[in-house]
């Protein structure tokens, strides 16, 4: 389980000054990135014991740094270069052919390369996460958000990848692009499941997608209730900034 935490110890305050409180759940499933190119890696030795690195990944130094922790030799034993990656979306960051070709290359001290096809490639890499997110927030008949609490679950997958990396950008995004002086934010992964995978790009942009819902509903008085829980039914706020 990777717990990541964005906390403010003011928020509960936030909300009793509020004169309405919006809360919602929102909920995503898991995303197959379907690129349709081929997803390869050429590995083969260079000079001083190193090996240069032809592959398609989308994060060259990611993918850079994982195979020399799978592989168990410093990161400057690679020189990764890049070519077209061609479509991505977030499910060519997973190191999977480099370290085999790498491996290979090793073995037998002669150019390898490792490919997979889009079926394969299908089958053998994560999906995208199962996300669920709670909002809450404290809005003012102006129009200003006060306060903000936010609680997210990533169904991570068995292997947490990047996972953590994730998690810290999804404490970040979820205050958003507004000016909230109370915020509290937990992103939580962890999952049991074999073949889900980490929750990186796709989810960042769900996740905005939600938090950028909430002024929608703020909209509609009949989703308000106040900070002692009784609903409110007025004329709608102001849109809020």
């Given at each position: 389980?990777?717990?990541?935490?964005?906390?403010?110890?003011?928020?509960?305050?936030?909300?009793?000054?509020?004169?309405?409180?919006?809360?919602?759940?929102?909920?995503?499933?898991?995303?197959?990135?379907?690129?349709?190119?081929?997803?390869?890696?050429?590995?083969?030795?260079?000079?001083?014991?190193?090996?240069?690195?032809?592959?398609?990944?989308?994060?060259?130094?990611?993918?850079?740094?994982?195979?020399?922790?799978?592989?168990?030799?410093?990161?400057?034993?690679?020189?990764?270069?890049?070519?077209?990656?061609?479509?991505?979306?977030?499910?060519?960051?997973?190191?999977?052919?480099?370290?085999?070709?790498?491996?290979?290359?090793?073995?037998?001290?002669?150019?390898?390369?490792?490919?997979?096809?889009?079926?394969?490639?299908?089958?053998?890499?994560?999906?995208?996460?199962?996300?669920?997110?709670?909002?809450?927030?404290?809005?003012?008949?102006?129009?200003?958000?006060?306060?903000?609490?936010?609680?997210?679950?990533?169904?991570?997958?068995?292997?947490?990848?990047?996972?953590?990396?994730?998690?810290?950008?999804?404490?970040?995004?979820?205050?958003?692009?507004?000016?909230?002086?109370?915020?509290?934010?937990?992103?939580?992964?962890?999952?049991?499941?074999?073949?889900?995978?980490?929750?990186?790009?796709?989810?960042?942009?769900?996740?905005?997608?939600?938090?950028?819902?909430?002024?929608?509903?703020?909209?509609?008085?009949?989703?308000?209730?106040?900070?002692d829980g009784v609903p409110h039914r007025q004329t709608p706020i102001a849109t809020a900034t």
């Amino acid at each position: 389980m990777i717990i990541r935490n964005c906390v403010s110890a003011t928020v509960e305050r936030g909300f009793a000054s509020a004169d309405h409180v919006l809360e919602q759940r929102y909920q995503m499933s898991p995303i197959e990135h379907a690129p349709t190119e081929t997803n390869g890696s050429i590995a083969a030795p260079d000079t001083n014991g190193r090996y240069v690195v032809y592959t398609s990944t989308q994060a060259l130094f990611f993918s850079l740094d994982t195979c020399a922790k799978i592989l168990d030799v410093p990161s400057n034993t690679f020189h990764f270069i890049g070519g077209t990656v061609g479509g991505g979306f977030g499910g060519k960051v997973d190191t999977l052919t480099e370290p085999l070709a790498i491996l290979g290359a090793m073995l037998t001290g002669v150019p390898c390369a490792t490919s997979s096809a889009a079926r394969r490639r299908c089958n053998m890499v994560r999906r995208a996460a199962a996300e669920r997110i709670y909002l809450k927030d404290g809005v003012m008949r102006d129009g200003r958000i006060v306060a903000r609490k936010v609680r997210a679950y990533f169904d991570s997958g068995s292997y947490t990848r990047l996972s953590s990396y994730a998690a810290v950008k999804c404490a970040a995004h979820l205050p958003g692009p507004y000016t909230i002086p109370n915020v509290t934010a937990i992103s939580i992964a962890s999952s049991s499941q074999p073949h889900t995978g980490h929750c990186d790009a796709w989810l960042r942009r769900h996740r905005d997608g939600f938090r950028d819902r909430m002024p929608d509903g703020q909209a509609r008085p009949s989703r308000w209730h106040g900070p002692d829980g009784v609903p409110h039914r007025q004329t709608p706020i102001a849109t809020a900034t």
